[in-house]
């Protein structure tokens, strides 16, 4: 059975309305959502099937990555200190870090000592039924899963050039 890619986004959104973060179609026009101050999240990433985490190999691995759901801090992620359309996203596992984004493409996000730094700035931009993290300031660099990680390996996310890729997509989920 098809499903018409209106209702897909329909049941889309409706989905995201369980999880408590939802958008109004006229927000999803209007361009990026607006998270609040404090507001806990979870991410996960619809091309890897796993979910973006702080690395339980810090601080002798400094990079984020994704990895299967775990019931820890690892996965829970905070909005700090949001302005215009931008945030910074703190881990709630390591307190006072932000990913922050590399200088260079195709190279991985890291955590960082949250501080006032472009690098630091992240926005959401809805795009149908998924969103794509987003560096604040930029149009076309998101953040992209590099492959599935397990106990053994461990795959980063890494800063990309937006592309059509499942791997940039992320569902955004309340994990207050």
Known sequence: MRISKKAGVLVSVAALSLTGLTVSTSQADDGPWLPGEGQIFRAYNAGVRQYLDANSRYPDDKRVITFPR???????????????????????????????????????????????????????????????????????????????????????????????????RWYIQDAA
């Open 70 to 168: 775990r019931t820890t801090d690892l996965q829970r992620w905070a909005v700090k200190d949001p302005s215009a359309d931008t945030f910074q996203v703190e881990s709630m596992e390591r307190r006072g870090y932000c990913i922050e984004a590399p200088v260079n493409m195709d190279t991985p996000a890291v955590l960082a000592e949250c501080e006032d730094n472009p690098l630091q700035k992240w926005k959401f931009v809805i795009e149908g039924d998924r969103t794509l993290l987003a560096r604040g300031g930029s149009t076309g660099e998101v953040l992209g899963a590099t492959g599935k990680s397990d106990n053994a390996t461990y795959k980063s996310v890494n800063l990309q050039l937006k592309t059509s890729s499942l791997n940039q």
